[in-house]
């Protein structure tokens, strides 16, 4: 699939300035931000987009090359620390990092327009302080934890404040020899498309532009040392396989003193020994022997907290789908639930009583070679329950 134009993305003209670029960054990020769309895999990937877009063109170097060669001309050059091929190749994680850099609060929309936090982050891109990395959880839920919601406590190993030099890596400073204090690594590399300049963090200093002169034998200069947590997360009813809940400043600290990264926690769930889910829905299966499919009346069905009476009409054939409402799975931050969706089987004994069999017999005879025509599949009654 072609990649699509980045003033297209971010609907700006190609001779917008500086300023007409971060407005309209500001209000698609504001728009797909993950914090205001959670567990939404399209607004996800078209903030993602639009980051990249901002990376390249509020760099005049960048744009240059772009507006010259198209994306094969800033391949490798998005700004998120050489990710090839442009918005394939880097993740959520990057994406925020990058809006934190220039915005300021991973998810705070008080600091995207301007607040006290976005102060912060400026002040800290100043000083060059490196924020810790984002760590990632895996947790499954079975379906009657989804439905209730479940606090959960998770061990986590991750690097915390060095407690001996409390973060600063030992005592005294003296500059970076490998950046000469810039806290910045440059590279440049000629190739068909002209000059190539890629810039890189440091690993020497981390950015900070200075290293210690006597390190802290604890962290060995780090300022950080591992250690194994326990952390305790509430997960809201209603959730699905696929949404994320971020944790913020639970992550790695940074070193020397930079911030912590974030915890991203991964929603899985279990399956589940009697219901499918479908959406909030949830869907079950019931065997009714054929005298109760015949005359009509009551059968106890399962429910994910316990059990519930259904009503069955006479003549009720094989397959056939009833609704009960509300009683699937909260919606998540909303109000209401979804429906269960009870498909009733008809039984066939295996083994019959001679009674039995003598029955059967008297209404076969009675009823002949009557049969109903060709039934319609499971899928199609379901889509004409569901009303889809």
């Given at each position: 699939m072609a990649k699509r134009d980045y003033y297209e993305i971010l609907g700006v003209a190609k001779d917008a300035t500086e300023d007409q670029i971060k407005k309209a960054y500001r209000k698609l990020a504001l728009k797909y931000h993950p914090d205001k769309n959670p567990g939404n895999k399209e607004?996800?990937?078209?903030f993602k987009e639009a980051t990249e877009a901002y990376e390249i063109l509020k760099d005049s170097q960048k744009r240059a090359q772009y507006d010259q060669f198209g994306h094969a001309g800033v391949s490798g050059q998005g700004g998120f620390g050489g990710f090839e091929g442009g918005f394939g190749g880097f993740d959520l994680s990057d994406a925020l990092r990058a809006f934190m850099r220039d915005f300021g609060g991973f998810g705070g929309f008080d600091d995207f327009f301007g607040g006290a936090g976005a102060q912060q982050?400026?002040?800290r891109g100043r000083t060059r302080v490196e924020r810790g990395e984002d760590l990632q959880v895996k947790v499954s839920?079975?379906?009657?934890?989804?439905a209730s919601g479940v606090e959960k406590k998770i061990k986590l190993k991750h690097f915390v404040r060095c407690p001996k030099c409390d973060g600063k890596g030992g005592s005294g400073s003296r500059q970076c020899p490998q950046c000469d204090g810039t806290g910045e690594l440059r590279?440049?590399?000629r190739t068909l498309f002209g000059q190539m300049v890629n810039i890189t963090t440091c690993n020497m200093c981390g950015g900070s532009g200075s290293i210690v002169s006597d390190k802290c034998n604890e962290c060995d200069g780090e300022g950080r040392v591992k250690e194994t947590s326990t952390l305790s997360i509430k997960i809201p009813p209603g959730v699905s396989a696929g949404n994320y809940i971020p944790i913020h400043g639970s992550g790695n600290v940074g070193r020397r003193g930079?911030?912590?990264?974030?915890v991203i926690v991964l929603i899985d769930e279990k399956s589940h020994p009697v219901f499918q889910r479908r959406g909030d829905d949830l869907i079950a299966e019931v065997a009714i022997n054929f005298p109760l499919a015949a005359l009509g009346g009551e059968v106890e069905v399962p429910i994910l907290n316990g059990k519930a009476k259904l009503r069955i009409p006479p003549g009720t054939?094989?397959?056939?789908?009833f609704r009960m409402r509300g009683k699937g799975l909260p919606r998540i931050n909303s109000y209401g639930a979804g429906d269960e969706l009870v498909r009733v089987i008809v039984w066939v004994p295996e083994k019959l009583s001679a009674e039995e069999k003598e029955l059967l017999k008297k209404l076969a005879e009675i009823q002949g070679e009557k049969v109903a025509g060709a039934d319609r599949s499971f899928f199609d009654k379901l889509r004409e329950t569901i009303g889809v």
């Open positions: 607004a996800e990937d078209k982050g400026r002040r839920l079975s379906l009657e934890e989804i590279r440049v590399s930079g911030p912590a990264g974030d054939q094989s397959g056939k789908i």
